[in-house]
Each structure stands twice: as C-alpha cells, then as structure tokens.
C-alpha cells in the first residue's frame, strides 16, 4: 500500500495563497488526488489529478482558484490554493488510485493523515 504523507497546512487570513504537498513512498502510477473534510461535515472531492498528468478535474468550489499538478519524478502531488475563503477551512486529504480518474469517478485506494487548513482573520 501506498504511504502518503501531506504537508503545507497553517493559518491563512482570507484571500492569501497556501501550497499543499503530497509525498507518496515509492512510485505512483496511479491517480493522485485531494479531500478535505470541514469539521461537522462530511469528507469530500477537491481535485484530481491522472497518471501521468494529462487530465485534472476540480470540484466546482475551488475550480479558477485551486490548481493541482504532480511531480513523477520525486512521486509528489501540490495543490495550490489561492484566494482562499473562511469556507475553505478544513482538513484536507491526499489519496490515490488505481482505477480511471474522471470528472464523476475517483474510488480511493490509500489516504493520507491530513493537513489542516485554517482560512480566518
């Protein structure tokens, strides 16, 4: 199974930019993406991103603000939040997996254990 580790989270005030980071032990051949889970809700699709790269999907919340893209060679996928909202605030997830990634369609395989994401003044 694949280890992800997730790195990037803090405090940001409303829009300011923060970069996520995703490292994955070994390769990844699979499709890459991201979660997040507000507290008292449930968890769910941020971006996606398939191998090796050629299609990226985003959940119609972030989409113009967040960009996903992925290293292959050093097995890492960032996601780069701008102008963040108070809404934004959450935990958010790397996953991959090993089937099809669509815009409808992204089973997860492995998760990371988070990073938390806190957008306030």
């Known amino acids: 199974q694949v280890q992800l580790v997730e790195s990037g989270g803090g405090l940001v005030q409303p829009g300011g930019s923060l970069r996520l980071s995703c490292a994955a032990s070994?390769?990844?051949?699979?499709?890459m993406g991201w979660f997040r889970q507000a507290p008292g809700k449930e968890r769910e699709f941020v971006a996606s991103?398939?191998?090796?790269?050629?299609?990226?999907y985003y959940a119609d919340s972030v989409k113009g603000r967040f960009t996903i893209s992925r290293d292959n060679a050093n097995n890492t996928v960032d996601l780069q939040m701008s102008s963040l909202k108070p809404e934004d605030t959450a935990n958010y997830y790397c996953?991959?997996?090993?089937?099809?990634?669509?815009?409808?369609?992204?089973?997860?395989?492995?998760w990371g254990k988070g990073t938390l994401v806190t957008v306030s003044s």
């Open positions: 991103i398939s191998w090796p790269g050629g299609r990226v």
């Open positions: 996953a991959t997996t090993r089937g099809a990634v669509t815009a409808t369609r992204f089973a997860v395989d492995s």
């Open positions: 070994g390769r990844t051949f699979y499709g």
